[in-house]
């Protein structure tokens, strides 16, 4: 008999000591891959999954107890990308050790990879038996202008939100405020009816857009297609954050 693989996920990078990705203080895993291409994006290093470093679960799960002791009772693990979606049995297999050692799990997707079909939904039904929280990020409610912003439709990841709520997961919702795509008060409005659809979202935040990451563009040798978008006002926020209902206690940053 041959012997079988141990299961490995390519990872990108770690953060020993995340304030922004879900509750608490967080270990978070930034997993290499992505099918989507935001014009936003600050991070293009992630797209491809051959650049990342090979972890087991195990592996991974020894490097991010190490801060345990930082985590609080609210603290825990963010698995983020990337698409963390886009290594599924990977990730289902970390966040199932995880749980067995009584950690707090929390997905931050995009949904990109989501479908009904199988044999992608089996396993994520599966997934979200070792998960907590899912921070689902909509990029745009507008499918035309979802697809100019990212190249990819949004209308299955409308339904990964409407799936989430229909198994009363525990959501976040993100979204990113850019000027000029995103930030017009009827796309708001619309989402916001969208959001109220839905079971279970604990928190909707707004991630005003930013130019950090427009140097990885140039390292990569690709053009920037917002050059000269400049980050939202304060007042613009603010408007975004009234219309999605946002607790302004709770503000955060892309």
Not at 11 to 31: K, N
Not at 83 to 101: H, S
């Amino acid at each position: 008999m041959t012997e079988q693989k141990e299961l490995k996920g390519y990872i990108h990078s770690l953060e020993s000591f995340g304030s922004v990705d879900g509750p608490g203080v967080r270990y978070v895993v930034f997993m290499s891959g992505c099918a989507m291409r935001c014009q936003f994006c600050h991070n293009p290093d992630t797209w491809n999954m051959q650049t990342g470093t090979p972890y087991t679960a195990d592996e991974l799960l020894k490097q991010a107890k190490k801060y345990r002791s930082y985590w609080g009772s609210k603290g825990g693990i963010t698995v983020s990308g990337g698409e963390p979606l886009l290594q599924i049995d990977f990730v289902t297999e970390f966040f199932r050790k995880a749980k067995a050692e009584g950690i707090h799990t929390t997905l931050d997707t995009s949904g990109n990879p989501f479908t009904r079909e199988e044999p992608f939904f089996g396993k994520f039904q599966k997934l979200m038996k070792y998960t907590d929280l899912v921070m689902l990020d909509i990029k745009h409610i507008d499918d035309e202008q979802h697809q100019i912003l990212t190249g990819c439709t949004n209308q299955n990841i409308l339904d990964l939100a409407s799936y989430l709520s229909e198994i009363h997961k525990a959501v976040w919702i993100r979204h990113v405020l850019v000027p000029g795509r995103s930030d017009n008060d009827e796309y708001l409005m619309k989402l916001n009816e969208f959001i109220q659809t839905l079971d279970d979202v604990e928190k909707v935040e707004v991630l005003p857009y930013h130019t950090l990451g427009t140097f990885k563009w140039k390292e990569l040798g690709l053009k920037y297609p917002l050059e000269g978008v400049e980050p939202p006002s304060k007042e613009r926020i603010e408007n975004a954050e009234k219309l999605l209902h946002v607790n302004k206690n709770e503000r955060t940053g892309a």
